[in-house]
């Protein structure tokens, strides 16, 4: 018999061998009584400053004709494991998806479990060679709009985040990441709490799961942007390709991420798509030294070699001038460094990354603020392109205030709340580089008073936030789309049928575990239509 043991603490000096003892006492048996213990997740609970301690779930196995006495509100018997899904008829065409992020990726992956091939379009390169798209961008500045941080394969995630972690409970997340560990992420994603792969390994990954779905008969094609979508009698027909092909399908999944700016722009010009405009959020990052944030969540533990590099999480809701906005800490990025995020000349966004090691001396979140509809409205921007009117506009002031070739306006905390020009940023993790400026200068007055009372609030949650070694770069814009394709129940457009808009982009993921959990949701759509 199999159990599932959850709450089983070790404080960080105490051996991992304890773990099956404690286990035993809280079943009631004798260590000699358990055949096999295994971590199942591991979470680092810091809460008590000072006195951090690691809390397991593990899944024991009982020697033959042994039982447990008794089962604690926290122990259940183990899940069996998920049965194989069967196979459906593949259609005469082929289902067409657009864009190779997590959403597609994965939506390609579900329909070939059941028996489906597909065809893949991508706008940019393969995961390994647009690094170096990428490095040239952080280097001088130097952007290829069809190769960047945002477009290739493996979407935005792939090289400005690394994380695996979600704040979805669904039933898909263990699924997205056992295909990564297969795929040869790092083993530990499996058990961690909040798993982290790291920008440097993977893009590995994600070539290796692209190799197994070439091996299975779908076609990856790469630097092949999809301009317009084909439709016959208001029902999705194909694509039509930036160099003028068509290709014909009646299923095309659409996942282009949330920089796709043309095609939602198509679809709001030609109006058979039916698009909204969609809240999203934004603001700047904050950049701290490591050590920094280690001292204050893990006081006078900070040190100890068992803690990794101390994260984040910060959220408010805070009534400014009588409206209620929120103001959160987005992407925490523990030991990691500022990176550019543009897809357009002229226009300056930002993002963060962690490679695996998260060994890099500063520690970057985004500090955002939620935006709505009504406040796209305010600043003169209407219709189902509002946000992202909204979005390009502060995105164009943000890069007039850098000075251009990308270069981040950025100014101490403390000098932001003040509203003054004082002490220089100083030392940065971003390259090209900062401009020292006053970034007051940037979003509507009832956005920055927002920020700026969410700034105070969280230095008392963490006393050392406001500190003159903590910075804003601006600005962190692309939190999630600005759009929403919408969608019916059956996952299809509900202006187009055979049209599946999926992940981020469409307005329905943040991040690549939702986006990855939203491609195979169609997949299984599909799936069922197909059965």
């Not at 357009?344 to 930002?350: A, D, H, R, S």
């Amino acid at each position: 018999m199999a159990y599932r043991v959850n709450n089983i603490g070790l404080w960080l000096d105490e051996p991992e061998e304890l773990l099956g003892q404690r286990a035993a006492e809280k079943l009631g048996v004798t260590r000699s009584d358990l055949a096999s213990v295994r971590v199942v997740r591991s979470v680092l609970d810091a809460r008590k400053k000072g006195s951090p301690r690691y809390i397991y779930t593990l899944e024991v196995e009982l020697a033959p004709g042994r039982k447990a006495p008794r089962l604690p509100p926290d122990v259940s018997e183990a899940p069996p494991p998920p049965e194989a899904l069967p196979r459906v008829k593949e259609p005469e065409k082929l289902p067409l998806i657009i864009g190779t992020g997590p959403a597609g990726l994965f939506c390609a992956l579900g329909l070939l479990e059941r028996g489906v091939r597909s065809i893949l379009l991508e706008r940019g390169k393969e995961v390994v060679t647009r690094r170096k798209d990428v490095a040239k961008l952080m280097r001088d500045g130097s952007l290829d709009r069809e190769s960047n941080m945002n477009f290739g394969e493996g979407g935005a995630g792939a090289y400005t985040d690394g994380k695996l972690s979600t704040r979805i409970n669904h039933p898909m997340v263990r699924k997205v990441i056992e295909a990564f560990a297969k795929y040869g992420a790092p083993d530990h994603i499996l058990i961690e709490g909040k798993p982290h792969i790291g920008s440097d390994l993977l893009p590995g990954a994600v070539a290796k799961l692209r190799e197994e779905l070439i091996a299975g008969g779908c076609q990856v094609h790469f630097e092949q942007r999809v301009d317009d979508l084909l439709y016959r009698d208001g029902h999705i027909a194909g694509v039509k390709m930036a160099d003028g092909r068509t290709l014909e399908s009646d299923r095309v999944i659409l996942a282009p991420g949330n920089s796709a700016r043309e095609l939602y722009e198509r679809f709001a010009a030609d109006g058979r798509v039916s698009v909204e405009a969609k809240p999203f959020a934004l603001g700047f990052r904050a950049e701290h030294p490591q050590a920094l944030i280690n001292g204050i969540q893990y006081g006078a533990a900070a040190k100890h070699s068992k803690l990794p590099p101390a994260d984040y999480k910060l959220a408010e809701n805070l009534d400014v001038d009588g409206e209620v906005r929120g103001v959160y800490s987005f992407c925490m990025c523990p030991g990691g460094i500022v990176v550019p995020t543009p897809t357009e000349e002229g226009l300056q966004c930002t993002n963060g990354m962690s490679n695996s090691r998260r060994n890099a001396k500063f520690a970057n979140a985004g500090i955002v603020v939620s935006v709505s509809v009504a406040d796209f409205a305010r600043e003169g921007f209407h219709g189902p392109l509002a946000g992202l009117e909204f979005q390009r506009h502060w995105e164009g002031e943000a890069y007039k205030l850098g000075g251009g070739r990308f270069f981040a306006p950025a100014q101490t905390i403390p000098d932001y709340l003040a509203g003054r020009v004082k002490k220089d940023p100083g030392d940065t993790s971003y390259r090209p580089g900062l401009a020292h400026t006053d970034l007051n200068q940037l979003f509507p007055e009832r956005l920055t008073q927002s920020i700026k009372a969410a700034l105070r609030t969280f230095d008392r949650k963490m006393r050392g936030f406001i500190s003159e070694e903590g910075k804003l770069i601006g600005i962190e814009s692309r939190t999630s789309s600005p759009v929403r394709i919408t969608r019916g129940d059956d996952l299809q457009s509900v202006s187009m049928r055979g049209l599946y808009p999926v992940g981020e982009g469409c307005g329905y993921a943040g991040g690549i575990v939702s986006s990855a959990i939203d491609g195979l949701r169609a997949a299984e759509q599909i799936a069922t239509e197909l059965a």
